[in-house]
């Protein structure tokens, strides 16, 4: 396929009238239309107004996405345990099932062709068939809670270990290759040091099995890991092996010169969730300073009952827009810094190699946008507009692997229509078998 319009390959490249050409899950070449429609004559052809990679979710919750609306206006860990714990717990596999694809879905119409998802306790492996199914490249893990945690979700240590190892051996590289298995305790409130040092163990018995968890997203959360361990949250996640290369941390927004120290020399990956971070007050994420220090820092949207929206491009303004409130300097955190992280960073923090840029050879994760919107006119500046003008419902094509997923509104071997359905039907059961108020959340 030769898909032809303004190709922003990279933060960096921008080809005013060019063409992405695609052969196989591959990209074959990238530059000038008019030279490569002579190059490739007999390839289908598509043409759209802005050609970009598609976009990484470094850290999000599909299968949270029952819950969106439930847990508005409320704290960290109120929200936590007062409604998503309870919603999670009360879903079975036909509820997982259908959060996650409707999950995936709206992952796709809005450009996210990536995604590392942070699961449930329960029913994992219906978000892996939903992953599957749907097309969508994902890292993705059943979660791990063995302590402090409600009925329903709390496990024995042995066992939850061992059912993230039978998920690995039986989805980890499934898709040829494109849904791959992150490691993914809960987080340290909620995890005891046996569970922890398992996740390690775990994923270094496997080849490409990475670990992603929370890390200081609250500073109650730090509180109480330091009052059961003695130590700061990133110190006691460094001792018990959940730091590393292949380690991918959300949201790290408390964190001492200690700490960040320990990011950099570890090389360990951070993901930022500007919306979440504020709509939970958690504060804001020394972004600034670990960018500065060389740390990888991807962007996430984190679970729509904390966003509301899984959209990639509120995220991409959220991020720079609060950089620049924090930093108080109106040049941090620009466009093209915004979408590395959007782009290349997430690739990283998903561990996918020769993805986030629209080069020969890189994987054909590609998504075409419309400018036909009068936010987009005058048009000075496409990287511009991608980063602080254009929304999810501009994506009218997205392709993952060369495969078209969605296309000008439809997506492509899944029927949208029925799994909404199921959605808001499965939505509404479970809140009410959680015994959830929500007027009073």
Not at 353 to 370: K, W
């Amino acid at each position: 396929m030769l898909i032809a319009g303004t190709v922003i390959a990279d933060p960096e490249t921008v080809v005013p009238e060019g063409a992405v050409v695609v052969e196989g899950a591959r990209i074959a070449a990238v530059g000038d239309a008019a030279t490569l429609r002579e190059q490739y004559p007999d390839h289908e052809r598509r043409a759209v107004d802005l050609v970009a990679p598609g976009l990484v979710g470094g850290h999000v919750h599909s299968v949270q996405s029952l819950g969106r609306g439930i847990a508005d206006d409320a704290a960290l860990l109120d929200w936590l345990f007062d409604a998503v714990l309870p919603m999670e717990a009360a879903m079975d596999a036909e509820a997982t099932r259908a959060a996650a694809e409707l999950g995936y879905l709206e992952c796709l119409e809005s450009g996210t062709t990536t995604v590392v998802d942070h699961l449930s306790v329960n029913h994992a492996g219906e978000a892996f068939e939903a992953a599957i199914e749907t097309g969508i490249r994902a890292r993705l893990g059943k979660v791990l809670m063995d302590k402090d945690s409600p009925d329903g979700l709390l496990e024995d240590t042995d066992a939850a270990l061992d059912e993230s190892e039978a998920l690995i051996r039986e989805y980890h590289g499934a898709a040829d290759g494109r849904v791959r298995y992150a490691v993914t305790p809960r987080f340290a409130v909620t995890c005891s040091e046996a569970c922890l040092r398992g996740c390690r163990d775990l994923a270094d018995r496997y080849d490409g099995v990475t670990i992603h968890t929370h890390a200081s997203e609250n500073e109650d959360e730090i509180e109480t890991v330091e009052a059961d361990t003695g130590r700061r949250n990133l110190l006691w996640l460094d001792e018990v092996g959940l730091t590393g290369p292949d380690v991918t941390l959300a949201h790290c927004v408390h964190t001492d010169e200690r700490e960040r120290e320990v990011l950099a020399e570890t090389d360990t990956v951070v993901t930022h969730c500007p919306s979440s971070n504020m709509k939970l007050a958690s504060g804001i994420a020394p972004v600034h300073d670990y960018l500065d220090r060389g740390i990888t820092v991807a962007l996430g949207n984190d679970g729509p009952p904390c966003n509301n929206t899984l959209d990639p491009f509120t995220e991409m303004r959220q991020a720079s827009l609060l950089g620049k409130v924090d930093a108080k300097d109106p040049t941090r955190l620009p466009a093209a810094t915004v979408l590395e992280m959007a782009t290349t960073n997430g690739a990283r923090a998903a561990g996918f190699d020769r993805l986030g840029t629209l080069r020969a050879g890189q994987r054909a994760d590609v998504i075409g946008l419309t400018t036909d919107r009068t936010r987009a006119t005058p048009l000075h500046d496409p990287l511009s507009h991608l980063v602080y003008a254009a929304h999810g419902d501009d994506v009218v094509f997205t392709m993952v692997d060369g495969e078209v997923r969605y296309d000008d509104g439809e997506h492509v071997g899944i029927d949208a229509d029925a799994v909404r359905e199921r959605a808001t039907r499965q939505a509404k059961r479970v809140v009410e078998a959680a015994g959830i108020d929500v007027a009073e959340v």
